[in-house]
């Protein structure tokens, strides 16, 4: 795909929207947390100044109805020196409406030096109330303060007070410490939140890591090459995960394509023979003869009878590359092999032994598709081999066996591998060709599909009355783990159907795959099964 073609990414990606996004998030939990802190601290603290100046209040009170005092100002004096100095405070004693007084000792706040202050606290003091309030100077300092008269005796309300007691506390002296960490908190929340921020991008970057290879391995990809795979490493989080299924996913692809690729040259190879044949003899075809045009028609009619052979097959094969064509369950491995026997012998030629080994156990399979297979393996013994053949199955621990042995000719060990290959036809003695070359491909499908596999091998076998053991090929396929529930015999049994007046075995009433009878009628038996006596592979 050319460059100008791809969509241009946005520099914006998931990676940084989920990272920046939870940095945000952090920073605004950070800072709501920390204002509502700081502003719940701000009101105690306020809260505690007006607390305080009660308490000089009532501390003043005391000392002056504790003694008799001979002058306003000795009283004056008396509370503003008792008054014990706290930080950020400070003390004041106007008498006659001037400045008089002051602490012995220097305080924070020199009330005195506020301009104004002292005609404020005047005028608010004037009928003799104890007044609270807060003052704020042009440079924006705030002071607390509490102004109450100081009198004894007799009060003449009709004249201001002579002596006022003042106290008050800087508000901004006050706020300092808390302000102080206000900023420490500020300062260490944007460290620790770009920090975090920091930390994951690394993090996501390495999370996300497969995703992003994902991405590349998809763009250089395509239907020309599927063998590159995401590296996966030691994760073991969902994003690993995710790898190693997009690379069975690719591993899927590839082989379907693989699979796809071979189909098409190997279809393309066996359609062109019958498709020339037909062709030459209809381009060579004498119309003035009728012997020749009826010749020509028949080879053409079995010509197109091949093609769509192999067309039903291909149909076949690809059902069975469907997992839901197939219905594993536990199933009788006795009785399903007493059935296949019985069905066998609906085959065409078909001779089939009347001893049938099995081993009493219960096996995971699909009954149906294992049937289609060893059916096939039988419609295949009877083209090629001779004599009677053999159905049976065994039990090698969890492991079980189901085979077809024959009597035929045996197949060359060079060939023993290539046989179960699509469109390949055996070229032993006995064993020529004339099927699609799929039926054995199709038994093998059926054993991948269960975990297992098929194989041949050779078998040698002397029945009564021979001098000699014949050679055969025993057909194997083989499902690995399969045995759930053995039975209550350890060795393979061996079972001898019932024969009829005419010592031909009866066929007992059994299901196929569609759920109808199976009749006793050697065309609905291959028909149910996908096996035509005149195309076995």
Known sequence: MPDAARPRLRTWTVRSRIVGLLTLLSLVTVFAAGTVAYFSERARVLEQIDVNLRAALESGSFTVAQEQWPSLERALAAVVQRLAPDDNTGTLGILDGRA????????????????????????????????MGTYVNGEGRSVRYLAAPVAIGEVDESQPPQAIF?????????????????????????????????????????????????????????????DER????????????????????????????DSQRELLRDVGHELKTPITIVRGHLELVDTGDPADVVATRDLAIDELDRMAMLVDDLRAAARLRDPGAFSIRPTDLAVLTEQIAAKASAIAGAVIDETVPSSPVSATLDPDRITQAMLQLVANAVRHAEGPITIGSRARGRDIELFVRDRGPGVPDELKAEIFERFHRGQAEGRGDGGSGLGLSIVELIAETHGGRAWVADSWSKREGEQEPRRGSEFILALPGAVVVEGAAHEPATRVRETDHAGIAPHPPVT????AAWQDARTTTEEQHGIDPDRRG
């Open 100 to 131: 008089a007084l002051v602490p012995g000792v220097e305080t924070d706040l020199q009330l005195e030096h506020l301009p104004g202050l002292v005609e404020r606290v005047i005028t608010e003091t004037a009928d003799h109330g104890t007044v």
């Open 166 to 226: 003042v106290t008050g506390y800087d508000i901004d002296g006050e706020l300092a410490e808390i302000n102080e960490a206000a900023r420490v908190f500020t300062i260490t929340a944007f460290i620790a939140v770009t920090a975090t921020f920091l930390i994951g991008l690394w993090v996501s970057g390495r999370l996300l890591r497969p995703i992003r290879r994902m991405r590349e391995v998809a763009e250089r990809s395509s239907a020309a090459t599927l």
């Open 230 to 257: 995401i590296p996966v490493g030691d994760g073991r989080d969902d994003v690993s995960q995710l790898a190693v299924t997009v690379n069975r996913m690719l591993d899927r692809l590839g082989g379907a394509l």
């Open 512 to 515: 196929n795959p569609t759920g």
